[in-house]
């Protein structure tokens, strides 16, 4: 386990973003996966780690997970408490339910995993050729996202099994990004090696990829369309209009989840699981 220390470790004391304890003995129920938007983990642990953290009362994490080895791994909460890494503007709970009560919220719900990523190409930030297209759950905004480095990605596998060997009722469903919870909110974790981090975590090399084929609109609007959605007269053209919203809506209401035009992690997997039905 490449856990470098514990000196990053919040002090449990008034004002600081963390609280004792969980809610219930069958708590947390999932692994909420961030990225940091940072260019290194030493600049994301003084932000949210150590006795006067940055975001102090504010914002708080499980974990902190480096690019290289050499970084490593940074921990700023104990598992045994909650730490508050999202919850503002959430739409989703852990199962991709609606979030009906304050106590579902993920900071009382999930662990919180920060890995170091400057997240997507924008003013300041330039994409690199091996960067990741995605489009943004509403499908209106195409990301190029920076990928996650190998030692980076055998990191996070540690970290994720350390966290399930303590909570073993987190199963592979219930990892998701803090974007699939918080969709109109926030843009992390677009393009995470989903596939990748669960099959190392879980041993389970079967687990199938549901997250890549759906990354862009245009391979939304060609799934909606096999499933027999219609998209009205201009079809599957890549361009995320009224219709292609319109049926990801019916879709998610004819399929247990929550009737909206977000296309989040949970999608991914009723999606892939109706397509491999035919
Ligand atoms: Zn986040």
């Known amino acids: 386990m490449p856990l470098t220390n514990g000196d990053w470790l919040l002090p449990l004391e008034p004002g600081q973003a963390v609280s004792v304890g969980w809610g219930s003995p069958t708590l947390p129920l999932g692994i909420t996966w961030h990225w940091s938007a940072t260019r290194d983990l030493l600049t994301l642990s003084r932000v949210l780690g150590g006795k ?14 480096g690019r290289s080895t050499q970084e490593g791994v940074n921990q700023y909460v104990a598992l045994e408490n909650r730490s508050w890494h999202a919850g503002i503007n959430q739409l989703f709970r852990w199962d991709g339910q609606a979030l009906a009560s304050p106590n579902d919220k993920a900071s009382r719900t999930t662990v919180g995993v920060e890995t170091v990523s400057i997240g997507f190409a924008r003013a300041g930030v330039s994409a690199e050729a091996d960067w990741i297209d995605v489009d943004t759950p509403d499908g209106l905004t195409h990301l190029q996202v920076q990928p996650w480095t190998d030692e980076e990605v055998g990191m996070m596998i540690e970290v994720g099994r350390t966290i399930v060997t303590q909570f073993p009722q987190i199963r592979p469903v219930h990892h998701h ?80 989840l929550p009737a909206s035009p977000y296309w989040t992690t949970f999608t991914c997997r009723k999606v892939y699981q109706r397509l491999h039905q035919q």
Do not use: M
């Open 52 to 65: 006067n953290p940055v975001r102090k009362g504010q914002a708080s994490a499980h974990f902190g997970v």
């Open 177 to 256: 990004g803090h974007s699939d919870l918080c969709p109109t909110y926030k843009q992390d974790v677009l393009g995470f090696p989903f596939a990748k981090v669960l099959r190392g975590i879980y041993q389970d090399d079967t687990l199938p990829d549901v997250w890549t084929p759906f990354r862009e609109v245009l391979d939304r609007q060609r799934a909606l369309q096999t499933l027999g959605y219609d998209l009205g007269p201009s079809g599957a053209d890549g361009d995320w209009g009224r219709h292609s919203r319109d049926a990801l809506i019916k879709f998610h209401a004819d399929n247990e």
